[in-house]
Nanobody, 129 residues
Framework: QVQLVESGGGLVQAGDSLRLSCVVS????????MGWFRQAPGKEREFVAA????????????VYAPSVKGRFTISRDNSNNIIHLEMDKLGPEDTAIYFC??????????????????WGQGTQVTVSS
């Protein structure tokens, strides 16, 4: 069983930055596909970013939704089992509950809910204009 706990959400103004973190239990974090999703009021949950780790090359591979690419950065700390989401230039359209998610087996469908086995409870991000 893998548990995920998010933190770092809050209320910020447009243009501000915010950093979300997700602590993951489990002994094989470096092997996990990790993702961030978000759900705005009245909307379906959508993909934000994902990270995988290539242990042979010691290299992180990241994927972003077009709406956040260039503003958000996903990064992983394999030593401490933490996945971060650095969010810059936030706008009201980024207001949502943000969830981190974990897949214990790699999938090509990194942007789809069905690829992930475990989810955190979510952390609220509110951006005022």
């Amino acid at each position: 069983q893998v548990q995920l706990v998010e933190s770092g959400g809050g209320l910020v103004q447009a243009g501000d930055s915010l950093r979300l973190s997700c602590v993951v239990s489990g002994r094989s974090f470096a092997n996990y596909l990790m993702g961030w999703f978000r759900q705005a009021p009245g909307k379906e949950r959508e993909f934000v970013a994902a990270s995988t780790w290539n242990q042979r090359r010691n290299l992180e591979r990241t994927v972003y939704a077009p709406s956040v690419k260039g503003r958000f950065t996903i990064s992983r700390d394999n030593s401490n089992n933490i996945i971060h989401l650095e969010m810059d230039k936030l706008g009201p359209e980024d207001t949502a509950i943000y969830f981190c998610a974990c897949a214990t087996s790699l999938s090509a469908a990194v942007g789809e809910d069905r690829a992930y086995d475990y989810w955190g409870q979510g952390t609220q991000v509110t951006v005022s204009s």
